[in-house]
C-alpha cells in the first residue's frame, strides 16, 4: 500500500490518500488513520489493506460477492468473476386418495308423523296483455297448480279415571283421547372432504437463479 497523502482532522484522526494494487490494476482509496507517521503510519495501513482492497473489490463487481481473503478473491477473478447457480431441490410427492368422512348434521329422534297430501287446483288470476291492435287489455287466465298440505296425525287411546276405572260418557261408551301418533327418523349425516387426492409428483432439481458473470465496473479514485 502506497501512502499518497496526509491531510490532519483533528488531535486524533487524519485523513489518509493511499493507493492500493492489486494485479496490474491501482485504486486510490482514502482512509481515516490515528495520527501517526513513518513506519507507525505505514504498519497501520498495511495491517488494513486488504481490508480496505475487500471494499473496493467489493464495489467494482457490484455488490455482488465477498471473499475472507485476497487468494480467494484472485481465483474468482481468474475462474471469470461467475455467480455460481442457486437451484432447489423439490422432493418426490407421493400420491395420496382424497379422505372423506360421514358427519351427523341432524341426529335422529322421534316426530310426530304427517301424511302429505297434493292437491291440483285451478287459480284464475287477471293480467294485463298486449293483444294484435296493440291496445293493453285486461284478461282472466286460468291454471292449474298443484297444492300440497301437511297433516297431523293422531291415534285414539282409551281414558281412564285416576283410580284406574275406564273413563265412560253418559251413553256407557269409553271416552277416547287423542294423542300425536308418532315416528322415529334418522340421523342425517353429509359426506365431507377431510384431505383432497394428491397427485404423485416425481422429485425435480429447479434453478432459483441462474449461473452468471459479473462484469467489471470502474473505479472511481477519491483522490
Given at each position: 500500500?502506497?501512502i499518497d497523502k496526509i491531510t ?45 482492497l475487500n471494499n473496493i473489490l ?40 382424497a379422505v372423506y368422512e360421514d ?121
Amino acid at each position: 500500500m502506497q501512502i499518497d497523502k496526509i491531510t490532519a482532522i483533528n488531535d486524533e484522526l487524519q485523513l489518509v490518500n493511499v493507493t492500493i494494487s492489486h494485479g496490474s490494476d491501482s485504486y486510490k482509496y482514502d482512509m481515516n488513520t490515528p495520527v501517526l507517521e513513518g513506519d507507525d503510519l505505514q504498519a497501520h495501513c498495511d495491517a488494513r489493506e486488504f481490508k480496505s482492497l475487500n471494499n473496493i473489490l467489493y464495489q467494482v463487481y457490484d455488490r455482488n460477492i465477498q471473499f475472507s481473503n485476497e487468494e480467494e478473491w484472485d481465483e474468482w477473478i481468474a475462474d471469470g468473476c461467475k455467480i455460481a447457480e442457486v437451484s432447489k431441490e423439490i422432493p418426490a410427492v407421493e400420491a395420496k386418495d382424497a379422505v372423506y368422512e360421514d358427519v351427523e348434521v341432524s341426529p335422529a329422534g322421534e316426530r310426530q308423523k304427517v301424511v302429505v297430501t297434493e292437491v291440483e287446483e285451478e287459480v284464475t288470476s287477471t293480467v294485463i296483455e298486449k293483444n294484435s291492435s296493440g291496445k293493453y287489455v285486461e284478461k282472466e287466465v286460468t291454471e292449474t297448480v298443484t297444492k300440497s298440505s301437511e297433516e297431523p296425525q293422531f291415534e285414539e287411546v282409551p281414558l281412564y279415571h285416576a283410580n284406574g276405572q275406564p273413563k265412560k260418557d253418559d251413553d256407557g261408551n269409553p271416552v277416547m283421547h287423542k294423542i300425536p301418533l308418532m315416528e322415529e327418523y334418522e340421523a342425517v349425516t353429509e359426506r365431507r372432504l377431510v384431505s383432497a387426492a394428491v397427485e404423485a409428483k416425481d422429485a425435480e432439481q429447479i434453478i432459483i437463479s441462474p449461473e452468471k458473470a459479473i462484469e467489471k465496473k470502474a473505479w472511481v479514485d477519491s483522490h
